[in-house]
Structures are given as C-alpha cells and as structure tokens.
C-alpha cells in the first residue's frame, strides 16, 4: 500500500492549491488541484514553474 505522499511549500493561487512532494520513486512532483466545488481540476507536473502556470490561466468551468 503506498505512502500518503507529504506536500510542502504550499500555496494557494485563486481556487487552485500548488504544492510539491516525492513520489513513490522519490523524485520531486508538483501537482496544482482546485479546491472549487464540482470543478474536480487536478494534474501531476515536473517543475514547480508549470505547476504554477496551470493554476493562474485555470478557469473553472460553471456547471
């Protein structure tokens, strides 16, 4: 059963939380994941700087 991976230098850019943590294999990950209700965004990048750029041009789509 894998780990809960622990995220660090958290931030929160609009509706979208950016965070960075090891994978199972131990390399450095970034995810951006919005927190908004019914909006389910969430992706898995290598650098921070993407990470980053997903979370401010993410538009939440209205349901």
């Known amino acids: 059963m894998p780990a809960n991976p622990r995220f660090r230098r958290v931030v929160r850019i609009g509706p979208v939380q950016v965070a960075t943590y ?3 294999r131990g390399r450095e990950r970034h995810t951006a994941a919005c ?4 909006c389910g965004f969430s992706a898995d ?4 700087a ?3 750029l997903a979370a401010r041009t ?6």
């Open 50 to 52: 993407a990470a980053e």
């Open 22 to 24: 090891y994978d199972g």
């Open 35 to 38: 927190l908004a209700p019914r």
């Open 45 to 48: 990048y290598d650098s921070r």
């Open 58 to 63: 993410h538009r939440c789509v209205a349901r």
